[in-house]
């Protein structure tokens, strides 16, 4: 039998740490020796980390690259390995793959097709190879080949898809299979968005089954630059059948996923198909695979995946890694969260105990220490309780407008989940600064008159008190803003819009209080669940800044958030009209709200988007989950003056009042 044995290795990379990505690197190809793979691929640009964004452009980084590559050679004896980096070639910049075997370089070849869209943006920093160029690279005394490459290496025809190459209807593969190739490897840098792993499944298997090859699927892992997150997905393929698939969201600097190919039955698949056979000028490599015995590949979806909450497993598994990997990369001591009771902060509470919780099961008590060893506090800590006390901190800081409801639920979570809470009563800090501004502009201040200054000024006063905190402890304070509230600028600025990170503001708050229900009564894995969240699960939403008899709920504010929700997607994520968003909104919401209130609430949306593009380019940085993300930095991007959509709205009025007439009426309000 013809078998060898090959891996994905998936790496936690950070941009530009050139030591512990190398020795990431480096520990990955030494434990695929010690299992005896003779063939393993490692992710898209894992020497530099893929968000090096500018930098690119530095020759230092494509030199160090290339130093840090020649480090690597030493330790790839009797293994054939891919491994990504940026090289410079006639003055423009490459995204690469290096095979070494057994301590040699044999080449670089090269990305043809670069992503360029929502998050990716490739295309500023490098450039498309074309199909079937070839040149070489000098490095020291020695010259390599680089480009459309096809390596014959003891006999095995080996190909590369690098990642965004998989993802079009021309793929590379078509070439490498008409070549005869019996493997293609795809080093990838694929961030992570909801059920995306599906996706990725079907390019890898029908890849294989397309090609007749086997398929080789290798991701990065972690929060590697602090926006996107990758889930370290990795799998292997043959022939149309999925051999195996890697963990997700791990907590380890590296791991395999290896399975073991039957070339025979690859290239009997490719014999029984009828094709145009083209002359391949593989590059020749002698390498000695070992003899493999027969080995049973095992493909199964892992434990949480099986269980229906797919979505709501993902989010807090990808938000908890995202939240460890920066707290750890930017070397803080811990999290502070302002949390007023409400479904945005709890939530966030609750994702950074998931953080210290997932990754004590991975790592167990001493590993978490230490990955976190910096961290001086933790080191004496016995439990995962101790854990939490010492990197969670909550603050609930009341006036005379919170209410005895708000602050039950968030002494209540944070007992439940044994963070370090401060109640603080700010009430005398508000009736200050209220103070000062009557003196200096001559009158009273009143909600009559004042209301929005005085309801910012209660969320501003917060601000200081939380980064105070944050300050004394070197901890991450984390900034609660939600993507409903983010996009119609339903947040104060320097209030609850504070602090270094933002987990949160790419999910809408209509599905997030569905998840922080879920995760009250059923949970991670069906076990791992949150009591505490109960009697905040029972409240509605309020921003809670006016007079307590003034019975504030946010969706009366600004409109119900099922709705917001469902405008907010055809407007942004689908670029809709007015007009458009109107026609959908009266099929998608019949007999739920009336025409006035459809007509009242995309109006209300479509000015308060444009009108607060300024608070979402101040926003902190904020995690991707999907494509409805609202971070101008990274997704969407929109001028901050502009028409405020005045037409399009006019013209929404005027159809709507043209198609309306004798259609059913009613209520404006909510």
Known sequence: ?????????????????????????????????????????????????????????????????????????????????????PIRINNHIYNAACLIVNKQIRGFACKKTLANNGIHYETRWFQHWPAGEKTELRIGEFTYPVGDLLFEVGGVKIGFEICEDAWIANRPGREHYLKGCDIILNPTASHFAFFKTQTRERLVQDGSRAFGVAYIYANLLGNESGRAIFDGDAMIAQAGEMLVSGTRFSYKDYYLTTAVIDLDKIRLEQSQNLF?????????????????????????????????????????????LALFDYLRKSRSNGWVISLSGGADSSAITALCYLAIELSVQELGLEGFKQ???????????????????????????????????TRHSATSLAKDLNTTFYDIDINGLVETYKGLIQGAIGRDLSWQTDDIALQNIQARVRSPSAWLLANINNALLLSTSNRSEASVGYATMDGDTSGSISPIAGIDKHWLRHWLRW?????????????????????????????????????????????????????????????????????????????????????????????????????????????RNL??????????????????????????????KGKRRGKIGF
């Not at 070992?290 to 892992?302: L, S, V």
């Not at 907010?568 to 994520?573: D, M």
């Not at 101008?632 to 159809?655: D, K, N, V």
Request: aromatic residues 10%.
């Open 1 to 85: 039998m013809n078998l060898i044995k090959v891996s994905a290795g998936v790496v936690n990379q950070t941009p530009l740490a050139w030591e512990s990505n190398k020795n990431n690197i480096i520990a990955c190809i030494e434990e695929a020796k010690k299992q005896e793979i003779s063939l393993l691929c490692l992710p898209e640009l894992c020497i530099t980390g893929y968000g090096c964004e500018d930098m690119f452009f530095a020759q230092s980084t494509c030199d160090t690259a290339l130093e840090i590559l020649e480090d690597i050679v030493l330790h790839t004896s009797s293994i054939a390995v891919c491994v990504g980096l």
């Open 276 to 320: 145009h056979f083209k002359a391949s000028n593989a590059i020749q490599v002698l390498f000695d695979y070992p003899d493999i015995p027969p080995f049973k590949n095992h493909y199964a979806m892992e434990h949480w995946e099986a269980n229906g909450f797919q979505k709501e497993e993902e989010f807090a598994r990808a938000i908890a």
């Open 371 to 405: 990955k976190l060893g910096y961290i001086k506090a933790i080191q004496s800590c016995s439990s995962v309780a101790e854990l939490s006390a010492a990197l969670i901190t909550n603050v609930y800081q009341g006036t005379q407008n919170s209410s005895s409801d």
């Open 519 to 627: 995760l009250e009564n059923t949970g991670l894995g069906g076990t791992l669940n949150i009591k505490g969240l109960n009697a905040m699960n029972n409240l509605q939403p309020t921003a809670e800044l006016r007079p307590l008899e003034a019975k504030q709920i946010d969706e009366e504010d600004l409109m119900p958030y099922d709705l917001l929700n469902a405008i907010e997607t055809s407007a942004i994520r689908d670029k809709k009209s007015p007009t458009d968003c109107f026609k959908i909104m009266e099929v998608a919401f019949e007999d739920i709200y009336t025409r006035e209130q459809l007509i009242t609430a995309i109006e209300r949306f479509f000015k308060l988007f444009a009108r607060n593009q300024w608070k979402r380019e101040r926003y902190a940085p904020s995690f991707h989950v999907d494509d």
């Open 631 to 660: 971070d101008p930095r990274s997704w969407l991007r929109f001028p901050i003056l502009s028409g405020g959509f005045e037409r399009e709205i006019a013209e929404m009025l005027e159809y709507a009042n043209n198609a309306g």
